[in-house]
């Protein structure tokens, strides 16, 4: 699966360089084997931003973008997108995320596929394994856009180093979701609009039954 992910990076155009921050010897040796470049990591870190901060603070770049290594169906196109937040909007995105718009069904009820809300410049408002919007009267039937979260984040490097160093907030200990971190610190995430569909594998129910193309 990392294979499959870091070969799919490689592809955007808007990356300078791509590197696999790990702290398992296995992932380690499958990118290197590959000719790519890996680095392992300290071995104590609570999730992939503060392993994605390590790499990052030796680096002279201005924006970071954090692959995870679980979204196997990540499109190059995605990537630039995601990159382009920066471009077209440098003073305020601190940032970035990707966000797909998705029918009201089984898989968005789903607590392992995170929902965000957003307000009408793209700024995400709050993220949750719950269904948001709740709509509390159905019969009105509104017209309501659902929005699942791709897991690809984007950061100014100043941001990132920043936000690691922040401690854990009381809604981000009840939904188990890092982002809520910065929002309820005050930092803004632009969320721009994918159209491809991206499955995260999370459990190993996840990867039963999907194939990846060679």
């Known amino acids: 699966m990392i294979r499959r992910v870091y070969e799919q990076a490689i592809q955007a155009k808007s990356l300078g360089e791509v590197i696999v ?29 503060e392993r994605c901060a390590e790499v990052a603070e030796k680096l002279d770049a201005d924006v970071i973008i954090n692959i995870q290594g679980d979204e196997p169906f990540i499109q190059p196109q995605q990537i630039d997108l995601l990159a382009r937040a ?17 029918p009201l069904d089984g898989e968005l009820r789903n607590s392992s596929r995170i929902k ?12 949750s394994r719950s269904i948001i919007p709740f709509q509390r009267d159905s019969s009105k039937a509104l017209s309501i856009p659902y929005y699942k979260h791709i897991g690809i984040y984007g950061f100014r490097k100043d941001i990132l180093l920043d936000v690691v ?13 890092e982002q809520l971190r910065w929002l309820e610190n005050g930092y803004s995430i632009k969320c721009a609009i994918t159209t491809f569909e991206s499955a995260s ?14």
């Open 21 to 49: 921050a790990t702290d398992d010897e296995r992932i380690f040796k499958e990118i290197t084997d590959l000719g790519g470049k890996a680095v392992m990591t300290l071995p104590t870190h609570q999730n992939g931003t």
């Open 86 to 102: 920066f471009t077209d909007h440098p003073e305020t995105t601190q940032i970035a995320t990707l966000i797909k718009e998705h």
């Open 116 to 127: 965000v809300v957003i307000d009408k410049y793209l700024n995400a408002l709050y993220f």
């Open 201 to 214: 594998i999370d459990t190993p129910e996840d990867l039963r039954g999907l194939s990846f193309p060679v």
């Open 165 to 177: 160093k922040l401690a854990p907030t009381i809604l981000e200990t009840a939904e188990n979701l």
